[in-house]
């Protein structure tokens, strides 16, 4: 079952002034349930279906520099941080699938200074 | 005589001795049985990753994991590697595994020279008090990990 709705997300390069040549932090945070398909609902007494993302993919400009496969053990409204340094200007995109096929994409643009 | 009482009192005693034993396995049955889709040991995961190579103990991998996690759920992990990232040269994967989970396996982190730093953070969930472990490929193929404790005061892997 593809959901359509975008879920929420957010891309946060730190620190905020940066020139190009710079190593940054790229923090990529969506908010995602996160489901380990073991735990109960409280309101129905069934067990929720395992619902987790799989599969992520940073890329610049459209050549990816990151990929991660993630299981069903990292938390829920998952937080995941890598470095990257920055060649000069363009677009982080980055690419986040999950086990029931969901597919979303987040983007921003890298303006380095000086 | 005494070879025939003998032999009835050892059977007497084995019986005694493998009952609670039958019971204890059939306790034990249930609890192993609660299953998720992805269920994997420490040891089958770092197989499966290494492909059977030794993994050395390294000081390169700097890992900062809060010593008692008050929230099973919520676990920041943060994972450096003091490693050049050169043409060919570099930190190629970060892996981050867990001892005790149903699942050892958090995240696999495939890097590129473009990343500048061996660097990964996130946030896992913890099932108990178990260890962490960063497992860290170089693109030389070989590997080196570092692992820390956790207390865990409230498990998170519900």
Known sequence: ?114 | MKRRSFMKSMMAASAVAAAPMALMAKEDAPKAKKKGPNDMTYDAAVAAITGGKEVKDSDKIKLTVPEIAENGAVVPVKVEVDHPMEENNYVKAIHILNTKNGNARCADVMLTPANGKGYFATRVKLGGTQEVVGLVELSDGTFIKAGKSIKVTIGGCG
Request: no cysteine; charged share 30%.
């Open chain 1, 1 to 114: 079952m593809a959901e359509t709705e975008a879920r929420k997300s957010m891309i946060k390069i730190k620190p905020k002034k940066y020139k190009a040549g710079d190593i940054v932090k790229v923090d990529f945070i969506v908010i995602h349930p996160m489901d380990t398909g073991m735990k109960k609902d409280k309101k129905t007494g069934e067990v929720k279906p395992a619902h987790y993302i799989d599969n992520i993919t940073f890329s610049f400009d459209g050549k990816p520099f990151t990929t991660m496969k993630v299981w069903e053990t990292v938390s829920t409204n998952p937080y995941f941080s890598v470095n990257f340094k920055v060649p000069g200007k363009g677009k982080i995109t980055v690419d986040y699938t999950d086990n029931t096929g969901e597919k979303n994409s987040k983007s921003k643009k890298l303006k380095p200074k000086g």
